[in-house]
């Protein structure tokens, strides 16, 4: 090779290096401290239902004096949520099937707490509890055309199930650290 190549090559080498080494020395000795703003993604606002309605002091006569019953007035008020999947989410009423007795013995309800029907026993087992859109559920029925990721929510009105927005929803496993709450 041209020995002049050669030089030139050694030269743009060693500039380059020079080039790196100031440019670090620049950063760290005049850089800014700024504060680095995290990008949060926010979580979907979620109410919790409720659970129990609302009690009204003047009704209560004696206070709660145990720890025990604390707990089990608190027991209501409180449950854990871990995402499952999500499911499709329809609707049905006992006057489409003709029958309030559910699959597993008991009769369709709503309230605080309201009945479903999902895949039993591939997906859930009776007496499992879910939320779907901020609503807790009790798995307490089955069907036919309820099969792998489905959840058939119990509303009692015709007219609402026939206008119902059947739709995909990430639903949540329930658990009550405290105890399970009344219906």
């Known amino acids: 090779m041209n020995p002049r190549i050669i030089k030139a090559v050694d ?27 995290e990008e949060v993604i926010p979580e979907p606002i979620r109410t919790l239902p409720s659970i129990i309605p609302d009690i009204d002091p003047k009704l209560v006569k004696e ?15 409180f449950y854990a949520v871990e995402p499952i999947g999500r499911y499709y989410i329809t609707a049905y009423s006992h006057l489409e099937t003709g029958s309030k007795v559910t699959a597993s013995g008991g009769t369709v309800h709503q309230g605080n707490i309201t009945t ?8 859930f087992h009776f007496g499992d509890y879910i939320e779907v859109g901020g609503r807790i559920y009790r798995v307490e029925d089955t069907g036919s055309a309820v099969k792998k990721k489905h959840i058939d929510i119990y509303i009692p009105e015709l007219n609402k199930v026939k206008h119902y927005n059947s739709h995909y929803e990430t639903i949540y496993k329930v658990t009550f650290p405290f105890g399970k709450p009344q219906d």
């Open 11 to 37: 030269l743009l080498l060693h500039i380059s290096a020079l080039c790196i080494v100031f440019g670090l020395l620049l950063v760290i000795f005049f850089r800014e401290e700024k504060a680095v703003k």
């Open 63 to 77: 206070p709660i004096t145990s720890e025990l019953e604390e707990e089990m007035e608190m027991s209501a008020l």
């Open 116 to 123: 479903c029907a999902a895949d039993v026993p591939k997906y």
